[in-house]
């Protein structure tokens, strides 16, 4: 899962990257609203955690303006601010929860995956089915014909969002970005490589198909 935190705060920021690095999410960051704008529009995410009071553009401001955009990520607000009528404004322009500092990280976690699994019962069946080729998003499980197939969680991730995506050509650079943080630097195969070993693995050459000098595709 891919997560924009916008957090102006940067020992914070830095502290909740590092933690949430530990649960395999991939973090972008970003420190006031009107850079995160620029990243909301540039790249996609799973979730976005974001502090409401920011510099240049408040978290109240950044959430109408996505919104308005036609934007439906997941949105988790952070904020000091705890009366009853900042909780109502920012759950009214948008936001899908909201979760007053100071906090647990445990709780953070589990607002987290509470916001994902409802993301993806509005959006998806919780199964998405390829052929004989099953996963299972809640579980991040994948199976052929019944029998379980072990990916790693980089190559479920290129699995998962080739799969949401189904008829639509993605380049190696959007997977990665979306796979990945924003600033990695890692071989350049990478994507190629994490394809061809799911491909091994389910035992099918065809389940991803290459466009070639454009990217991969899982046909609808």
Known sequence: MKILLVEDDQALSKSLTKLLKTQNYSIDTAFDGVEALEY??????????????????????????????????????????????D?????????????????????????????????????????LVLGDVTLNVSQKKVTKNGEKIDLTAKEYEVLEYLARNRGHIKTQEQIREHVWDFDYDGESNIIAVLVKNIRKKTGTSDLIKTKRGLGYVIEA
């Not at 920011?54 to 000091?80: H, I, Q, S, W």
């Open 87 to 127: 909780r109502v404004k920012g759950l009214d322009l948008g936001a899908d929860d909201y979760l007053v500092k100071p906090f647990e990280f445990d709780e953070l976690l589990a607002r987290i995956r509470a916001i994902l699994r409802r993301k993806e019962r509005s959006v998806l069946s919780d199964t």
């Open 40 to 85: 909301a529009q540039a790249f996609d995410y799973d979730l976005i955690i974001l502090d409401v009071m920011m510099p240049r553009l408040d978290g109240f401001g950044f959430t109408e303006k996505l919104r308005a955009t036609g934007n439906d990520v997941a949105v988790l607000m952070l904020t000091a601010k705890d009366s009853l009528a």
